[in-house]
């Protein structure tokens, strides 16, 4: 209200004041003052506030340009525009990938634990090796990174002879080999337990027979030798037979076939490398138990599990995988047996809040194709485990090491991804970790079930492809471009 206006109004007021009684002209006066002087007391509240003179602002154009970006933007939050982006160009490399997959196959791909792609991700599907993972991540957890197997010969050592029988007793460590038989291998072991440390003990402390014969002791896990559903191809091939006490995954040296009793062909073994020394052993080897009171002449510890899991995954070893399987039995349920260690880490699947709809355990090494398991399972027990998680970095490295050393030789992830193999007649198999900039990572999980599936014409080309779209998470926009636009930079 200016004052020309206050102006007007009184006038009115003194007019209509002849009409008025006295007590209704106060109240109209009142008013007035009411109207007219509380106007005027805030412009002189301000004048005194500002030194009784109010400024006009000098330079309009020295305050901050207000944004013209709408409120609800992406471009307010340009972290997460940075990461949309990122993940398009994952989903639009995809394509190629998702065109070649047969019918029963899932992928998982996640970037920074937001999820990319789930397709057909709760799925079950044979996973082959994959199942190595499970068996990793519960034995490092229920075990411990730092536990190690101890291999012992005990016996009563009388100057140079060894009185009666020579015991050599078994923990279950799966890495109990000879220097011989690691020449023979297709993925050598990486950290192996060398009986000959054992035999030269023995040799130093300067026995030179032994007379009894040498015995094998195996009880401290079950005798089932193979999972019952493994076909022929599988029993004594790729796996078993099983048992605590297993030198060089139970063959004998000069012998074509593998002795039925792991714990016998381990005594059989370590005889001939006893006789090689120089120390004669009297009567033949054989299995039983030692007595608890026997002395211990030596023993031989493994590497920590830690380092066990990472020759397992890196190499694929099925004996490795089933043998942990026994011992997480024995830790976890006080029963060294497979039923026991599987039923061990089915529990861990929910006590990690993982999930567990559709997924069927049947062996730890994946060998059965009675297993199933999901690549959304896969995936989240990767994304669990994290970038610089033990059991992620226990996996091959692609082009480098184990059942990966002779694929992705060049291109996106050699070098650096981590991922574990998974094979079976019509199964392929790839989980792991694909490192990103800025300690930034994805993680995917990949199974193929079906006819020519395992095949290497078919499954490298979508592996190559996966491996393309992988590397896309690195094509991000710089947050900084994607400020909160003002007036200056409105197009």
């Known amino acids: ?8 109004l009184s006038k009115r007021i003194v007019s209509r004041a002849d009409k008025m009684s006295t007590r209704k002209l106060a109240l109209a006066l009142l008013a007035t003052t009411i109207i007219v002087g509380v106007p005027l007391l805030s412009v002189w509240q301000v004048a005194v506030a500002a030194g009784e003179e109010v ?8 305050l901050a340009t207000p944004p013209v970006t709408p409120l609800f933007s992406a471009r307010r939050t340009p972290e997460t525009l940075a990461d949309l982006t990122s993940a398009g160009k994952v989903r639009a490399r995809l394509n190629p990938v998702v065109g070649a997959l047969p019918v029963d196959s899932c992928l998982s791909i996640s970037a920074d634990s937001k999820t990319i792609i789930d397709l ?13 993972l499970l068996t990793a991540a519960v034995a490092l957890d229920v075990l411990g990174p730092d536990r190690k197997f101890t291999t012992k010969i005990q016996g009563i050592v009388a100057g140079d002879v060894v009185r009666g029988d020579l015991w050599l007793v078994g923990s279950g460590d799966p890495l109990l080999t000879t220097r011989a038989y690691l020449l023979t291998e297709r993925y050598p072991n990486l950290t192996p337990s060398n009986v000959e440390d054992l035999v030269n003990a023995l040799v130093a402390m300067g026995v030179r027979s032994v007379e009894g014969g040498v015995i094998g002791d195996e009880s401290i896990f079950d005798f089932e030798r193979y999972v019952p559903s493994w076909g022929d191809g599988i029993r004594s091939v790729e796996a078993g037979p099983l048992g605590a006490l297993m030198i060089n995954d139970g063959a004998v040296s000069g012998t074509p076939l593998k002795p039925a009793n792991p714990a016998y062909a381990a005594a059989l073994e370590f005889t001939k490398l006893l006789a090689a020394r120089g120390v004669a052993v009297r009567d033949a080897p054989d299995s039983g138990v030692a007595s608890a009171d026997t002395p211990v002449i030596a023993s031989l510890e493994s590497v920590p599990m830690n380092q066990i899991v990472t020759e397992m995954l890196t190499n694929s070893d099925n004996n490795t995988a089933e043998l942990l399987v026994k011992e997480i039995g024995r830790v976890g349920k006080g029963s060294a047996t497979r039923v026991d ?13 993982l999930p567990g709809e559709g997924v069927a355990l049947i062996d730890g090494s994946g060998l059965d194709r009675s297993n199933r398991l999901t690549c959304n399972l896969l995936r989240q027990l990767l994304q669990r485990d994290g970038r610089k998680g033990l059991m992620t970095n226990a996996m091959a490295l692609a082009g480098r090491t184990g059942t990966l050393d002779d694929v992705f030789l060049s291109g996106p992830g050699s070098g650096t991804m981590l ?5 079976l007649n019509g199964v392929k198999a790839l989980s792991g970790m694909f490192p990103l900039a800025d300690d930034r990572s994805s993680v995917f999980s990949l199974i193929m079930n079906g006819p ?8 490298r080309p979508i592996w190559n492809n996966l491996m393309i779209a992988l590397a896309a998470g690195d094509e991000r926009i710089e947050p900084s471009k994607l400020l909160p636009l003002t007036q200056d930079a409105a197009p």
């Open 120 to 132: 057909n991700a709760t799925t079950p599907l044979i996973p082959g090796s994959n199942q190595k």
């Open 1 to 8: 209200m200016n004052f020309g206006q206050i102006s007007d």
């Open 452 to 459: 020519g599936s395992s095949t290497l014409n078919f499954y």
């Open 419 to 423: 991922a574990k193999t998974g094979t």
């Open 55 to 62: 400024r006009a602002v000098e330079n309009p154009r020295s």
């Open 341 to 353: 260690g599987l039923t061990v880490i089915a529990e861990k699947i929910a006590e990690w809040g």
